[in-house]
């Protein structure tokens, strides 16, 4: 009985994902220039949050400045397409042609995974509570430095004019049609999300959940917790950068107001609503905490003023209903049917 | 001695002003069960502690086959061949019984991301080996049942169980047990002895903390004694159970006076 059981369970996820799948693809064409806006904005959380539920969900540390890893990737095309105040041969789009964007993209991932280590060699020695203060601290510092280098970042004025991506050979141009940057960015959460299953289906996966469940029982059993928090780490801020280029490239503007503590907090909550440690979670957490409000305003747009009244009641709502999240890793499921105490939601750490 | 397996000389440990663990030698031979008892706060698992990398000894030496293995970080006392389970149980609770052993297998691993992303044939074999292993080390400890349940929902006896398998996963030429025998009923207690036994004989040698008598006097081979920080002893346990030192230890001077006059 069982089997059957795992076996219809396996049915109706592959259902449910073809599904969404198709959604995902064919709902572009189907909506208004506004609801596509929403989409994009959606695919870039949703890329946050898959980046962030493997710093907090898999490895178990809390990050609560993660949106300055967005930040410096943003900021990378901002400078590097030579929009910014920087004006050196390699920072003008000429040098870079039509290849400027997708090079720039993949650059990124070795400047955020060198800003990862060098944040995460000395800090992530720490533990718990201090991770976190150590974390907030440095998302504070890289939005006031942004604010204040002028000659690199613009300081408060920000970047702006900041080109669009072209196809090479082709020469198609983005430009301010959000549809393309949508399918970009569903292009880059698969990517993603297979890099992050096949790891979280290897000894690394296995690593990262020792580490959360007990950090002194894992080093015991050799596994190398520093190297592994770093990996965490650094996977984590290069998804995050990814997510910045493609920001910058489609609002072609970056200024330090994007990257407040606010905006961490908003990943960190589509991680939690969706389920730590799960994968689909985050990808619906990223959908209910900035999809739903958007949708709402658009369609109410005289009750604005009662976005984050909305937000706060989805909160609550979960806490009380759902407190395992959305989708929950199934590990996390069976922990939490074992606690069965209603009065006691899961605290976010 | 040419077959000493581990060599402890002279560890000392100092927490503020107390001295958790002054001077102590310790040499186990390859092959023995090895018991390490003492009053609460000898300083036993302090000592655990600094053969494990958990604790930086104050001063002494800790060789493994000869090389010293001072100041390594616990990860790699692990894979030098050293492994332990814990006095209070810390399992990866939400991970399965599986899990819980696949990992202590994967400190044999070397995959690394590049590999577990593009499933290159590193990563599957060993994978694959981790389940496998896994499952026979779960079969070892009698425990195979529960492969799929999350460790957690295991009862208290099969989760120290587990943690044996768990410890034994690294591959320890060493495996230290910190009072494996707490909390367990006679029956229990039977099995675990047997187990112990089971583990001397698959070729791991085996240093053991435990608090009941019946336990270390029926598998260890010789005993030492260790209070307030210092050796006081050392022997068979039969020899053991008459030293007066042992026994002031334990129960007093008065006692222990009574028991030499009787």
Redesign the interface.
């Known amino acids: 009985m069982k089997r059957g059981d795992s076996r219809n369970r396996r049915l109706l996820t592959g259902g449910l994902l073809t599904g969404v799948a198709i959604i995902a693809l064919v709902i572009p064409q189907l909506v208004s220039l506004a609801a596509q806006e929403i989409l994009v904005l959606i695919a870039t959380f949703a890329l946050l949050a898959l980046g962030l539920n493997v710093v907090v969900g898999f490895a178990g540390l809390l990050d609560l400045g993660y949106i300055a890893f967005y930040a410096t990737g943003a900021y990378a095309w901002g400078i590097f397409s030579g929009a910014g105040p920087i004006k050196m041969p390699y920072t003008r789009s000429e040098f870079w042609g039509d290849w400027g964007f997708w090079i720039i993209l993949f650059v990124v991932l070795a400047i955020n995974m060198g800003i990862g280590v060098m944040l995460g060699s000395p800090t992530l020695r720490l533990r718990g509570d201090y991770l976190a203060i150590v974390t907030l601290g440095f998302g504070e510092i890289v939005r006031i430095v942004a604010n204040n280098l002028e000659s690199v970042t613009g300081a408060a004025l920000g970047i702006s004019q900041i080109p669009h991506p072209r196809i090479p050979f082709i020469g198609y141009h983005f430009g301010l049609n959000p549809v393309p940057y949508y399918y970009l960015l569903l292009l880059l959460l698969i990517v993603g999300i297979f890099v992050i299953r096949r790891l979280d289906h290897s000894r690394i996966g296995r690593a990262w959940i020792a580490i959360r469940e007990d950090e002194v029982a894992a080093e015991a059993m050799g596994v190398p917790t520093l190297k592994m928090k770093l990996l965490a780490f650094a996977i984590g801020a290069t998804t995050a950068g990814v997510a910045g280029v493609v920001f910058a490239s489609k609002s072609n503007y970056v200024s330090p107001a994007s990257f407040d503590v606010f905006a961490s907090f908003l990943v960190l909550c589509a991680v939690v609503l969706g389920g730590m440690g799960s994968i689909p979670g985050s990808l619906a957490g990223a959908f209910v905490i900035v999809g739903i409000p958007s949708f709402l305003q658009l369609r109410f747009p005289e009750l604005d003023e009662y976005r984050y009244w909305t937000f706060g009641v989805i909160l609550v709502a979960m806490m009380i209903f759902r407190p395992q999240g959305l989708i929950p890793s199934k590990r996390r499921e069976a922990e939490l049917m074992l606690e069965a105490d209603p009065d006691i939601p899961e605290a976010v750490t | 001695m040419a077959d000493a397996l581990l060599e402890v000389t002279r560890v000392t440990k100092v927490f503020g002003g107390l001295t958790a663990v002054h001077a102590v030698d310790l040499e186990i031979l390859a092959g023995e069960i090895r018991g390490l008892i003492g009053p609460n706060g000898a300083g036993k698992t302090t000592l655990f502690n600094c053969i ?1 990398g ?1 604790y930086k000894p104050d001063g002494g030496e800790i060789r493994l086959e000869g090389s010293r293995l001072n100041g390594f ?3 790699r006392i ?2 030098a061949g050293i ?2 389970t ?1 006095q209070q149980i ?7 019984s599986l ?1 819980n052993v ?3 297998l ?2 044999q ?1 070397r ?3 590049i ?5 290159l044939r590193r ?1 599957r074999i ?2 694959e080996e ?1 389940s496998r292993e896994g499952l026979n080390l779960l079969r070892f400890v009698g425990i195979e049942r529960y492969a799929n349940e ?1 460790s ?2 295991l009862s208290y006896g099969d989760q120290r169980r587990l943690e044996i398998a ?2 034994l ?2 591959k320890p030429k060493l495996l230290l047990l910190d009072e494996p025998a707490a909390g367990m009923n006679p029956k229990e207690k039977e099995d675990l002895m047997a187990l112990i036994r089971k583990i001397r004989d698959s070729g791991v040698t085996v240093l053991l903390i435990e608090h009941d008598m019946r336990v270390v006097m029926g598998v260890c081979e010789r005993v030492a004694v260790l209070d307030h920080g210092e050796k006081i002893a050392e022997g068979p346990p039969e020899q053991l159970q008459k030293d007066p030192r042992v026994i002031e230890a334990y129960l007093g001077r008065e006692v222990a006076e009574d028991a030499a006059g009787a």
């Open positions: 494990t958990v970080k616990p990860h692990t894979k492994a332990r814990f810390r399992l990866f609770g939400e991970m399965t899990e696949e990992v202590g994967d400190a691993h995959a690394g991301a590999s577990a992303i593009l499933h990563h060993e994978n981790a999350p957690r929902n768990r410890a996963g690294t």
